[in-house]
């Protein structure tokens, strides 16, 4: 560090060492009880402790305040300023013991409660603590009411002969540093470039030639930053475009999957259809040959024409029975069942309805 630099510490402080001495003599002494005000606990409890010389008129204020400023000194000097010396557990203790006293009775129940176990905490300490040497030393202060009318003007012409130092003392330090430091910015010598070391004749930490190249560093990043950028870019659409083609190709895929399901549950049911073609083709041949066998069997000579054999009642059978197999051999030979199969079992079943019916009528006329 240069002898340059040193001496604008010295000098601004040389300046400063009188009027910081002259602050500290004329300041404002140690904040004492009289001066600090009670906070909102304090002035609730010596309220409540002086309740009864609360005075009716005018002219009893002062001993209503000799009450509140003593009660106030011997609070502060047991239990500190706004019962700071009160540990955690007394606290707790106190809230848990008075708590319900605000609920149940009101703010005048709660101070009771609270004063009472405060005047217990204090006799308990001062009984702990040893007597002091002199009593009349820690005796608190008695203010005669002439006193405590001529103190707050006393303090007030006090205050305000300081301020009037303060702020005399703060323009002289204001004026005496900017002259300082205004003629130190016209002796200080030319500054240099921080990275080629070249004089500046500018503000700045950068010459010319370095800003510009610094200029070019800066656009040359924000045009890599793009060109990486573009590149990501161009990547991820690339990727998007392969994606969406590989999901149009197995789209595809399982469309002519789907579609070869279809064909092949066609041509199944193409083949089930010809095969339940074939077999009733099958069963059709089948029933024409049974039919066509049995007709050979049933087939009885014309000069043979028995009624009784072709509707398969004995002999000496009743009207009813004739009536009755009669109906049964025509349900059995009609022609209109045999309508699907070949002309032979169409033929077959006409000639057997028309036996049936000259069955029918040979024995009807028989008496």
Known sequence: MSARRLSVPLIVWGLMAPFTAMLLGAGPQPVTPESDGPTAIEQALIEHACRATRPSTSLENNAYDECLSTQLVSMRADLGR??????????????????????????EAYLECLSARLVT??????????????????????????????????RQASWWSSGLWIGAALLTSVVAVGGVLLALKARRAPRTCRVCGADLLE???????????????????????????????????????????MEDMRLQIALQEEADATLRQQAGLRQQ??????????????????????????????????????????????TEDIGVAYQEAKLKYDPDQ???LS?????????????????????????
């Open 338 to 340: 045999v309508t699907h």
């Open 273 to 318: 259809e010809e095969d339940a073609r074939e077999r009733e083709a099958g069963a059709l041949q089948r029933l024409e040959e049974e039919v066509l066998l049995r007709s050979q069997h049933d087939i009885v000579p014309r000069d043979e024409f028995d009624p009784y054999t072709v509707l398969g009642v004995p002999r000496g059978a009743s």
């Open 121 to 154: 905490l204090r006799n308990r300490r001062r009984s702990a603590k040893p007597a002091p040497l002199d009593a009349t030393a820690l005796a608190p202060p008695v203010v005669s009411a002439p006193t405590a009318s001529a103190a707050p003007a006393a």
């Open 343 to 367: 002309v032979d079992v169409q033929q077959h079943f006409k000639a057997k309805a028309q036996a049936v019916e000259r069955a029918y009528q040979s024995l009807s006329e028989t008496p």
């Open 203 to 245: 503000s700045g930490g950068l010459c010319q030639t370095c800003r510009h190249e610094a200029a070019e560093a800066v656009r040359s990043a924000a045009a890599e930053r793009d060109h990486e950028q573009r590149a990501q870019q161009a990547e991820a659409e690339e990727e998007r475009r392969q994606t969406a083609h």
């Open 82 to 107: 706004d019962l700071t010396g009160l540990s955690a557990s007394e606290r707790r203790t106190l809230d848990s013991v008075c708590g319900d006293m605000r609920a149940a009775g009101g703010r």
